[in-house]
Antibody, heavy 117, light 107 residues
């Protein structure tokens, strides 16, 4: 079955870091990149960045530069998104999505990250 | 950044109605435009890519058109299961940007 399965919900304090995982199955992991998109409560979709699962090349949203790192582990077909120096406005559902660098064809189920003191 | 402006922000229509959503880009994006459907509490789902190509498995009542800066998404005959928020997204430039969404409800 072709799917992306994400790690579970997280609660973090301001200033902490979070690392969300996204495990792919049912397709050749290195054939597509992984985009990360987040959605704050009641808000729209925000693109965070993209990583090529083939060679590890990345593109990040400028507003997150310096705080976000996207990586992949081809041995386990898993992508990771780490966000550091968390703030309350980072509270959101975080999605991974497989596809080309601009196309999000297959989505994970989402991971709620709550930042609260 | 390329701004994507969708209209309307919400709409209410009857089952069987034709529904049209527009998306305007702040600059020419050729046909690098996708449409997604998001049902409450669920991940988005790709419906249309490259402005007018129907994703595999998506019902043919969904369609898209346009190029340059002006795009249209249409549901030819609204069904109860189409209740969702719809987003356009450009991928001509980085960062990829989404429209603000259009919430579709049944009248």
């Amino acid at each position: 079955q072709v799917q992306l399965v994400q790690s579970g919900a997280e609660v973090k304090k301001p200033g902490a870091s979070v690392k969300v995982s996204c495990k792919a199955s049912g397709y050749t992991f290195t054939s597509y990149g992984i985009s990360w998109v987040r959605q704050a409560p009641g808000q729209g979709l925000e693109w965070m960045g993209w990583i090529s699962a083939y060679n590890g090349n990345t593109n990040y949203a400028q507003k997150l530069q310096g705080r976000v790192t996207m990586t992949t582990d081809t041995s386990t077909s898993t992508a990771y998104m780490e966000l550091r120096s968390l703030r309350s406005d980072d509270t959101a559902v975080y999605y991974c999505a497989a596809g080309g660098s601009g196309l999000m064809r297959l989505w994970g189920q989402g991971t709620l990250v709550t930042v609260s003191s | 950044d390329i701004q994507m402006t969708q209209s309307p922000s919400s709409l209410s229509a009857s089952v069987g109605d034709r529904v049209t959503i527009t998306c305007q880009a702040s600059q020419d994006i050729s046909n690098y435009l996708n449409w997604y459907q998001q049902k409450p509490g669920k991940a988005p789902k790709l419906l249309i890519y490259d402005a007018s190509n129907l994703e595999t498995g998506v019902p043919s009542r969904f369609s898209g058109s346009g190029s340059g800066t002006d795009f249209t998404f249409t549901i030819s005959s609204l069904q109860p299961e189409d209740i969702a928020t719809y987003y356009c997204q450009q991928y001509d430039n980085l960062p990829r940007t989404f429209g603000q969404g259009t919430k579709v409800e049944i009248k």
